[in-house]
């Protein structure tokens, strides 16, 4: 398998960034492609519950803690105080697939999509200082900034726009 083409949905809070994604990888997967997320947070987050097993693996001092079952598997990596990996180190990780949809990394060199909500934190928009924008999908009108312009919930469009930017084709099953 090749290396995954990469897509990005960047927003600032409560922008629609996490609902679009979720639609996405519906709709992109439907198609057949294997796809693959990430997600940056830029506050502590935590995936555990205080007192399960691993929590408490984790709490004892383990680097990293793997829980595995028959129907998935999670490896939760403890800086302990190093630097958050790099995007790059991060994409490394992952197993191969078709597209890795990122959400976040709002400032990263990659093809992305700008989410707009009237209900967003800040509305100031990104596309203006960001040329890695290529389109802004939005739930209110927007004047032409030259870029593509897709209503926020216009998953299929939205999706046939990330194929053709990205370059992905089905393969044959």
């Known amino acids: 398998m090749t290396s995954p083409k990469i897509f990005g949905i960047a927003g600032w809070k409560n922008s629609g960034k996490t609902g679009l994604a979720v639609r996405l990888v519906t709709e992109l997967t439907r198609r057949g492609y294997r796809v693959s ?6 506050h502590d987050f935590d995936i555990d519950k205080v007192g399960a097993d691993s929590f408490r693996h984790r709490e004892a001092g383990a680097h990293e803690v793997t829980i595995v079952s028959g129907t998935r598997y999670a490896i939760m990596h403890e800086l302990r105080g190093a630097p958050e990996p790099s995007f790059s180190e991060i994409l490394a990780r992952l197993a191969p697939c078709d597209l890795v949809l990122i959400e976040g990394y709002k400032r990263e060199p990659i093809p992305k999509i700008e989410a707009r909500r009237l209900e967003a934190a800040n509305r ?16 209110h009108p927007v ?8 209503d926020i919930n216009d998953t299929t469009a939205i999706a046939d726009f990330i194929e053709a930017t990205t370059g ?3 393969q044959p099953q």
């Open 143 to 150: 004047e032409d900034q030259g870029l593509h312009l897709f």
């Open 168 to 170: 992905l084709s089905r």
């Open 37 to 42: 997320t990430v997600k940056h947070a830029h």
């Open 124 to 139: 100031e928009p990104l596309a203006p200082t960001d040329p890695h924008i290529v389109a802004i999908a939005s739930d």
